[in-house]
């Protein structure tokens, strides 16, 4: 009687102490990370520590020993090989040129380069900014981007873009179509033409060091009801 009632308690305890899994995310994912915390908890068995921001910052991170045992980034990350293995991908996106609500900036994917004196674009930061790499190569597809680059700010990640713009510090900028969806202050003046449109998707990476909780939850995260999730914020299921 006494091994059936002690081992029991053992086994919570351990359960307790045992180290959570830590998750890093493109910060263009924070609100479906954060709908999706409580059922890959539940799940799982185990707390989720998130850390977001830019992926390229979260990826050189990783590459040089930060504890991430899953990463989800807003792109391929090659500082990654030989660091972490690709599960799956996750989700698509597109880009949007966005300005302040209510701003008279009159402006187009094409007609950035006719902008006049003064006129501002935020982009992100690249190359730890995917949503910057993805911008500066449809703009230069789009013919745009050696007339506007002497007008661009850069933000430190897709949110700090957003914030330039509400802000009023920047005219316009590029952002993913679903960032629009969380800032009412900030309106779409559309996604990017179709000709001009890179392949923007989020791969899930598991770290080679990860413990068997951190390769369980990613398979948790590349199902379908995470999928769904996305979905549900505007993420697309497939490239566009």
Not at 86 to 105: E, K, P, Y
Not at 158 to 172: I, K, N, S
Not at 206 to 214: C, E, L, N, R
Request: one cysteine or more; proline letters at 6%; aromatic letters at 6%.
């Amino acid at each position: 009687m006494t091994v059936r009632w002690v081992l029991p308690i053992v086994l919570v305890a351990a359960c307790k102490h045992a180290r959570p899994v830590t998750v890093g995310a493109a910060i263009s994912l924070k609100e479906s990370m954060d709908d999706l915390a409580p059922r890959l908890e539940k799940t799982s068995g185990r707390r989720v520590d998130f850390a977001f921001g830019a992926s390229g910052d979260l990826a050189s991170q990783m590459a040089r020993g930060a504890p991430f045992d899953v990463l989800v980034a807003a792109g391929e990350e090659p500082r990654l090989a030989g660091v972490a293995d690709d599960a799956c991908t996750l989700a698509w996106n597109t880009l949007a040129l966005v300005r302040r609500r209510g701003s008279a900036a009159d402006v187009t994917w094409t007609t950035l380069a006719r902008v006049p004196a003064g006129f501002r674009l935020a982009v992100g930061l690249v190359p730890q900014v995917p949503a910057g790499v993805y911008a500066e190569a449809a703009l230069t597809k789009l013919g745009e981007w050696d007339a506007v680059a002497p007008r661009v700010v850069r933000g430190a990640n897709v949110r700090a873009v957003l914030d330039l713009v509400a802000r009023g510090e920047a005219d316009a900028g590029i952002v993913y179509a679903t960032d629009v969806r969380i800032r009412p202050d900030v309106e779409s003046l559309g996604d990017v033409p179709a000709a001009a449109r890179p392949d923007v998707h989020y791969p899930v990476y598991v770290a080679k060091s990860a413990t068997a909780d951190g390769r369980a939850l990613a398979k948790l995260l590349c199902d379908d009801a995470s999928r769904r999730v996305l979905a549900s914020h505007g993420f697309l299921d497939r490239a566009p």
